[in-house]
């Protein structure tokens, strides 16, 4: 095969490559009915410590003493007491004694027990067994308020619909004490919908094929004391809610996130940094063996603090990749002393070998078993994909074998909207300063592979000074007051090769077990990866195209000749920083600053030949921008730049390759030669 033919495979396969990148399918996500954010008019609600008005128990006395006989004498007679007058009026469903609430504020205390809700139970049938309901994406119908009403169990095992002030309380001595079983035959265990004011506490929720507990539409709510676990998406779920709090919690086991406050009320988009309140709270929780401890699409106006998020696969995130969540893109979650660490569970081996294909029921969940749900990076501390205004001081982020903080941008085409003016609208003005990296709260060193990973776009984002690993090399450093800034940039994309990587990876479905090749996200190492494949092609090409055009119009040339092997040490040095992508080092920038040398005595040899002179000043002006692409990635942020320099890097020289294709296939000219000594020019030989 002729150079030339080689070198159109070449173009074909990256062609071929940017079509799938550009075509990558979006991940799912939590899907519902329209809804909007609540009025702002309620309040966070108090615990009521007088006696409850409903009682539910199961039936079984010497099963119930069994229960209750290591706890404390106090707490035994009072459940004694309760058991009693519970066998005489109370009910042994919990959804009867929610079905018998007449008025707000009343009490609800369910007493040590398995609670199965058996009536619940038994699959749709009648009216309820086809509702003309729009599907998700993800197998279940989006229901109307209403239709929740007239079918309360199709997807509830516990529905509590319109309820005001209603507080349900465990009354044992720990969580595990009551514990409220869907058996993977409920998308939620517990569902409060639009019931502002409700309080939950001291009992657990488990095994659904969507959410433990969740709390949709509330303008009011407390989730106190209580534990969610083995759940195919989330734990703990509350969507488009405000005065919100969390406390004392604990969530594991589940295949998305273990505490997901999306779409909390948007009530502080339009300002800075100092907020007058926030929408939710989220403190004294644990949330750990899950894909990812916290999550939150358009979590915005969320405080948490206090908290350890440890052995998920990553340990917070805040996202706008999903279309359908009021209060795009997210904004003002301030994240504040909570222990971050060990983040690097591996749940996509389950996806892998079938695990997760079964169903929810025999995967095993109990025994450890997570199936992820979306595409994101393990091993990761907290993960921002497109967020504003969000805070990150003095958290404890240690022991992660990625990175401690992932910041990059989500154009708003990924949530569906497609005007110009709001593609560039993340991330900005994240703020990471005073956070202890790669130490424990004991004072111990447990470092973390990269302090940050960043794909350079957005304005106004700062991390602290002494982040010792990240990639790029330079960042913008936080000043003393929130707002300052030192060497900062206002980038309207992320660097190109980094873009193709996240493109790769969100080609994931856990559904079909599609996991995306070249990502090692997934476990791709060494050539494998997209980021070393892309670099291997473009070296390929113009080891290619430089040495044709050496052939052809710079051979015996000493200065082209130097020029072209400390391209090639460049490019050897591009491809080997590429596999070393979690912690890339000095390697990038020398690199860039090996090929820079090399494209500008390239450009000043075809000068010095008589070369084209655009093509030569093209060939010196890729030299200038490599070199100070470098100075950019390495030394210090360069102002005023659009975009980074690797995107004018990459069109231009799709264009120098183009016209070095073109000036080595013309035909060479003879060379001059002088007149024999004595004979006048011009005349015969």
Known sequence: MSWTRRFLAVLAVAGTLLAALLTAPPALAHEERPVGFPDGAGSVPVHRDEEPDLLVCKKGR????????????????????LYDRCLREGYRHLQQAVDAVDRPGTTIAILPGLYEEEPSQPAPSGACARLDAPDSQLGYQILSFAQQKQCPHNQNLVAILGKKDLQIEGTGARRTDVVIDAKYQKLNAIRADSSDGVYFKNFTAQRTTFNALYVLAGDGFVIDDVLTRWNDEYGFLTFAGDHGLYKNCESYGNGDSGIYPGSASDLNNDRGYEVPRYAIEITGCRSHHNMVGYSGTAGDSVYVHGNEFDHNMGGASMDSAFPGHPGLPQNHARFENNRIHHNNADYYRYIKDGTCSRPP?????????????????????????????NLYEGNWVYGHDRAAFFLSA?????????????QTDTSHHNRYAGNRLGTDPEGNRVPNRTDVWWDGQGGGNCWQPGATTSTPATLPVCGTARGDVDGGSDRLVGEPVKLAQLMVCADYDARSARVPAGCDWYGARGVERVETQLALAAAAVLILVG???????????????????????GLALDVAGSTLALRPGPLPALALLATGLAWAGLGAALARRHAARGFATLTLLLGVLTLADAFDQAVHLIPWTPVGLGWPRLVLGLVWVLWAVASAARRTPEPETAPPAGQPEGSPA
């Open 410 to 422: 989500v154009p708003a085409f990924i949530r569906g909207e497609g005007a110009w003016s709001k």
């Open 361 to 389: 029921a025999e995967r095993g969940y109990e025994q450890g078993v997570v199936c992820p749900q979306i595409s994101m990076p393990p091993g990761t501390g907290i993960i921002t994909a497109g967020g504003n205004w």
């Open 62 to 81: 010497a099963a119930f003493e069994r229960r209750i006989a290591s706890f404390p004498q106090a707490l035994l007679e009072k459940n004694r007491t």
């Open 547 to 569: 040495a044709v055009l050496w052939r052809r119009r710079l051979r015996g040339d000493r200065l082209a000749g130097a020029a072209l092997l400390l391209g090639l040490a």
